[in-house]
């Protein structure tokens, strides 16, 4: 069964408007990890969040956690043309050994 | 190149046949998966291996084999494929276990088709 579940499953914007995109996962983490995918590619690891911490930001990219509601989203701001693609998040188990374990995705479109 | 590639990119089969995907990475990775994509579903994880000759079932193993006898390969094998079978397969290879936080490197994909 799916650990994380991304919101919404399709989000269309403009270009320069900011993208949000959410997780919810079941159980207890170590860490969270993002992925993007272009469409007829495989996923390219964009950022992790480990359970200890709250905020991270890599370039346009803002991550956020909150153990508590066992919950994380995603933010692109001044988004591109380019950012089209399906975004998933990932969790582990707390279990050593456990698998990452991805949710079914948002889909991204954005129009110039 | 460096890097993790899977062949064959498409597969087209029939039901019942035997098909073999492979998959090979470069960097000495421990860590090999095998995921697969439906519409709806997402990935999922079929197989996983933590150092050659280790394996280990994920969430839908059933219908599928691996094998790892050397550190670069992990080649999945559809015994008898049957049509709910057809899907997009993702391999990826990590330095690190899941819980050791390590990101995963994904190859490009091998689409199979089972008629």
């Known amino acids: 069964s799916q650990q994380g579940e991304e919101d919404p499953q399709a989000l269309s914007i403009q270009e320069g408007e900011n993208a949000t995109m959410n997780c919810s996962y079941k159980?207890?983490?170590?860490?969270l990890q993002w992925y993007r995918q272009n469409s007829g590619r495989g996923l390219v690891h964009l950022i992790l969040?480990?359970?200890?911490?709250r905020e991270k930001h890599s370039g346009r990219l803002r991550v956020t956690l909150d153990t508590s509601k066992k919950s994380s989203s995603l933010l692109i701001t001044a988004s591109r043309a380019a950012d089209t693609a399906s975004y998933f998040c990932?969790?582990?188990?707390?279990?050593?050994?456990?698998?990452?374990?991805f949710g079914k995705g948002t889909t991204l479109s954005v129009s110039s | 190149d460096a890097g993790i590639t899977q062949s064959p990119r498409y597969k087209i089969t029939e039901t019942g046949r035997q098909v073999t995907l492979m998959c090979h990475q470069t960097?000495?990775?421990?860590?090999m998966f095998w995921y697969r994509q439906d519409l709806g579903h997402g990935l999922r994880l079929i197989y996983y291996?933590?150092?050659?000759?280790?394996?280990d079932k994920g969430e839908v193993p059933d219908g599928y084999v691996v094998s790892r006898s050397k550190t670069e390969n992990f080649p999945l094998t559809l015994e008898s494929a049957t049509r709910s079978q057809t899907s997009v397969y993702f391999c990826?290879?990590?330095?690190?276990?899941?819980?050791?936080?390590?990101?995963?490197?994904f190859g490009e994909g091998s689409r199979l088709t089972v008629l």
């Open positions: 990932a969790t582990d188990g707390a279990q050593a050994g456990t698998a990452l374990i």
């Open positions: 969040i480990r359970s200890n911490e």
């Open positions: 291996s933590a150092a050659a000759d280790i394996t």
């Open positions: 960097w000495s990775h421990s860590y």
């Open positions: 159980t207890s983490i170590n860490n």
């Open positions: 990826a290879s990590s330095s690190r276990g899941p819980s050791g936080t390590g990101e995963l490197f």
